[in-house]
């Protein structure tokens, strides 16, 4: 082999001196960490229990470049190993080393796959152990023994990055919780590491095996994984891809593999997401990781060892998993699981008190502290790596602008896999999906991306992308409810015949906001629906130029779901516009799920159950009296509101001729009853009739959002309920200190007068006697002077 790594054999760039740094490991290191000094450049490989140290020939603090990720970002992007070809290529998007797949050009070659005997650096390539999208790990013999041989197969720009990055955190985690590094040969044309040998399967390839694990088992792992994300954390990373397929189960522990490092912050979670997502947590759809993301995934790793299944996906549900979401689950695991799997991050429990409980659980689960499961504020840890995420340091810095969070609307450049993110088009897919109109899908994408642009769509046909999501979310093709054609225009009238909202197409200005009532709402988009099947036609040919291949669908399976097996449903109108469609598929494209891989993907609960169609359709046919009553509930605050806001208008000095709607028999009667109920004074029941419109408002609203919440199965109340909430009490407020203001200026005015007449009667009552005792006197006087007394 002609590859002359034998730790790091880069070559150094031009000007640099030659010494014995140059044929040391140069994988990125921390600007805080030690460095080691480099070994010597032809000195044996170090066993493994001495793994080699890799460093920076630019020094401790390691060339500008590496900020990016060792520094402690999420997941560094630009990562300089010391300054040569790794960091220019980097930079370039592409390896300028000039070995095959990884050109200057920075344009993705074919990749080059070691084959077995190879010799890489002093490592000879055994077996393969196994290979993702991004990389093949082989097992490998070196000077120390047995190693696990790690080898870049990804083309793509920033691969390269990525697997430095992974290397370089992999020799900062020492070993604690994941594989030690052993060596690294980052700038060979075959870019390369080799790491300690994990012995055992993956927790995938053990539940394919065994099934099921036993409660004491799953709580092995929790611990185990637990304690390994918390090494992490310490270094300020999040995995970010915890799944079965990246634990290998040891007969002794259970160790965490392919670091999520190379899936970079607020980008491409790679171009292999399927398997992944299904793990996803929520926020990260959202592009917006969280400290306790990885959390989530682990809660749904922990359900799917303890059950063999995943729950449905709640991506887009927006709402906790319940207990009947997780299925039949040991009780003991059930308040952990749920904790775990919060929607909220916020909501989830904090890394080390879930490995708290884990202990107690594993130990005397009667001691179970529920404190520990509850919300809990961000730890200093956490603070400090969301400080990091959110001030853009390192890789972070590729985060969106949060203005663009709000809609996630796909940008210009990213990977066409990175529609996954996009909330407004997997709201709607999840939508179509959860209906069991997967043949309404392709019409959605073409509709979404004749908005936002071809281009988007990474030259890939509507049924590929459609296909693409499918696998990486996993949802299992669905079945159509009896009756529909599995189309747009079917899943339209299934939503009308239902009730159900009905909405537009992601592109059309559909004035459904103009319009009231479900009739005029269909006939909006009817329209649309017929507009979508036109622009999946206009969309479908710039996507993918060129001839159909052999895989290209039969026209008459255009004309519906080419993946979807279909119930016997009734006549399904034919699609003329369907039918000659340019959709033209081709075989899968790297990075796409191969039907195999679907295949092996545990599917959710959901997704395997076909008589979920009925049983929903059941659901929603009883839910129809919860939203009559809603519906007539609905009106009664609003109702209330008005009569709320007329009283007040009664307020204004003036307005008071208007006559009181308190003195409705049912206001007049509450008020009285209040009275009584409070022993207030009588003069209080007009007050307190004012008062009772808006309680009753409040009342309603909360009734409503009940109704509401419940029949939409989701926890929590809504923003209008609130709303109506704060309007509610305002209005109170507001009637409760202006009624009481004029209750007390009545009463002053009262007292005044009292008092006046008082004064008066009392100044009349002093005139008079004054006057009569002046008369007396002046009488007794006169009578004294006058002679004859
Ligand atoms: N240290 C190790 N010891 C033993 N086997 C390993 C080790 N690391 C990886 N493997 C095996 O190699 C397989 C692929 O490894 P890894 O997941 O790291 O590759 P990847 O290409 O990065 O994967 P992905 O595409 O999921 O990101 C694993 O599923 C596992 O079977």
């Known amino acids: 082999m002609s590859d002359e790594t034998t730790r790091m054999t880069a070559p150094r760039p031009a000007g640099e001196p030659a010494g014995g740094g140059d044929r040391t490991a140069v994988v990125p290191t921390p600007a805080t960490r030690a460095v080691q000094p480099p070994p010597a450049a032809t000195g044996p490989v170090p066993p493994h229990t001495a793994p080699t140290r890799v460093v920076l020939p630019g020094g401790p603090t390691g060339p500008a470049g590496t900020t990016g990720g060792a520094t402690g970002g999420l997941a560094p992007t630009s990562v300089v190993g010391h300054g040569g070809a790794v960091g220019q290529g980097a930079a370039g998007g592409g390896y300028t080393g000039s070995g095959a797949g990884y050109t200057g050009s920075g344009a993705p070659t074919a990749p080059r796959i070691p084959a077995t005997g190879e010799v890489l650096g ?98 092995r792992v929790a611990d185990d994984v637990l304690d390994a994300l918390a090494v992490l954390q310490e270094e300020h990373f999040l995995h970010r891809d915890v799944k079965p397929a990246n634990i290998i189960a040891a007969p002794d522990r259970n160790v965490l593999i392919d670091l999520g490092i190379a899936k970079g912050h607020g980008t491409s979670t790679s171009t292999h997401a399927a398997g992944t997502i299904s793990y996803m947590a929520p926020e990260l759809f959202v592009r917006k990781p969280h400290a306790r993301s990885d959390v989530y995934s682990l809660g749904l790793l922990l359900i799917f060892i303890a059950t063999g299944q995943l729950p449905n996906d709640l991506n887009f549900a927006g709402r906790d998993l319940t207990a009947a979401d997780v299925g039949p689950v040991d009780q003991r695991l059930l308040p952990l699981v749920l904790a775990m799997t919060r929607h909220r991050p916020e909501d989830r429990p904090p890394l080390h008190n879930l490995s708290r409980t884990v202990a ?4 005397d689960s009667a001691r179970l502290d529920p404190a520990l499961l509850a919300a809990a504020g961000a730890t200093t840890i956490e603070r400090g790596l969301v400080t990091e995420v959110l001030t853009g340091s390192g890789a972070a810095a590729t985060v969106a602008p949060t203005s663009m969070l709000a809609s996630n609307p796909v940008q210009p450049g990213e990977p066409m896999t990175n529609l996954v993110y996009d909330q407004q088009l997997m709201g709607r897919l999840h939508q179509v999906h959860g209906d069991g109109f997967d043949g309404a899908a392709e019409a959605v994408i073409s509709t979404y991306l004749a908005a936002v642009g071809a281009q988007r769509a990474g030259g890939r046909a509507p049924v590929e992308i459609k296909d693409y999501l499918w696998a990486a979310m996993r949802w299992a093709p669905a079945f159509t409810p009896e009756g529909y054609s599995d189309t747009f225009e079917g899943w339209a009238a299934y939503r009308q015949r239902h009730g159900l909202p009905l909405p537009g197409t992601p592109t059309t200005s559909t004035p459904r906001r103009q319009t009231t009532g479900t009739a005029a709402r269909v006939a909006a988009v009817a329209p649309a629906a017929h507009a979508t099947q036109q622009q999946a036609t206009q969309v479908a040919p710039s996507f993918r130029p060129g001839p159909p291949t052999q895989q290209a669908p039969a026209p008459a399976q255009q004309a519906g779901p080419t993946t979807q097996p279909q119930r016997p449903t009734g006549p399904v109108p034919p699609n003329p516009q369907q039918q000659t469609g340019p959709v033209q598929p081709t075989a899968p494209a790297q990075g796409f799920p191969g039907r195999d891989e679907r295949d092996a993907l545990p599917s959710r609960r959901d997704d395997r159950d076909p008589s979920r169609d009925s049983r929903s359709d059941r659901n929603r046919d009883s839910d129809g009296g919860m939203r009559a009553v809603a519906a007539i509930l609905g009106w009664i605050p609003r109702i209330l509101m008005a009569i709320a806001v007329y009283q007040l208008v009664r307020l204004i000095p003036g307005f008071d001729v208007m006559p009181s709607a308190a003195e409705l028999p049912l206001f007049a009667a509450l008020g009285d009853i209040g009275v009584a109920a409070l022993s207030l004074d009588p003069e209080w029941a007009p007050r307190l009739a004012e008062l009772s419109i808006p309680l009753l408002g409040i009342i309603t609203a909360a009734l409503v959002n009940l109704v509401r919440a419940v029949r939409q199965r989701r926890g929590g109340r809504t923003w209008p309920f609130w709303l109506a909430v704060v309007v509610w009490v305002i209005v109170i407020a507001v009637q409760g200190v202006v009624g009481y203001a004029q209750q007390v200026t009545e009463d002053a005015r009262d007292s005044f007068q009292e008092q006046r007449e008082q004064i008066q009667d009392d100044l009349e009552q002093g005139v008079q006697d004054t006057t009569e005792d002046v008369r007396d006197s002046l009488w007794q006087s006169f009578e004294d002077v006058l002679p004859w007394n």
């Open 360 to 363: 107690q659980l594993a130990g």
């Open 122 to 219: 002093q490592f000879q390539l055994g077996d393969s152990l196994g290979h993702g999208g991004f990389a093949h790990v082989y097992r490998a013999m070196g000077p120390g023994g047995e190693v696990a041989l790690k080898v870049l197969t990804n083309t793509e720009p920033g691969s390269l990055d990525r697997f430095v990055g992974e290397a370089a955190l992999l020799d900062r985690l020492a070993g604690r919780g994941f594989p030690q590094l052993v060596a690294a040969g980052l700038e060979s044309p075959t870019p390369w590491f080799a790491m300690e040998l994990v012995p055992g399967p993956t927790l995938s390839q053990r539940l394919a095996a065994e099934g099921p694990l036993p409660v004491h088992e799953v709580l």
